[in-house]
């Protein structure tokens, strides 16, 4: 069975820094286009930073300077360290694991920065 497991949420300041995780298992992880999404109440899903292995990461603008993806294909593991977090950061977050068109999802975890 495929399992995507995101760890690493919680509440911060404005400013602060969160470490997102995501432990794959069932997939041949490093084949995997891997990804990051968020969704904020009401609104829509948004990807957020994207990478596959050996190549270059891509970011939604809104973030880009301030979070860095990364994989660890030993671990199956992917990153996502979000740096100078802001209050528009408020979402959950879900792992994404994409293969030829196929998509897996994490349960999500919720990150929420404080005002």
């Known amino acids: 069975q495929v399992q995507l497991v995101e760890s690493g949420g919680g509440l911060v300041q404005p400013g602060g820094s969160l470490r997102l995780s995501c432990a794959a298992s069932g997939i041949a992880f490093s084949v995997y286009h891997m990804g990051w999404y968020r969704q904020a109440p009401g609104k829509q899903r948004e990807l957020v930073a994207s990478?596959?292995?050996?190549?270059?990461?891509n970011y939604a603008a809104s973030v880009e300077g301030r979070f860095t993806i990364s994989r660890d294909n030993a671990k199956s593991t992917v990153y996502l360290q979000m740096n100078s977090l802001k209050p528009d950061d408020t979402a959950a977050y879900y792992c994404?694991?994409?293969?030829?068109?196929?998509?897996?999802w994490g349960q999500g975890t919720q990150v929420t920065i404080s005002s």
């Open positions: 994404n694991a994409q293969w030829i068109g196929r998509q897996y």
């Open positions: 990478m596959s292995s050996g190549s270059s990461p």
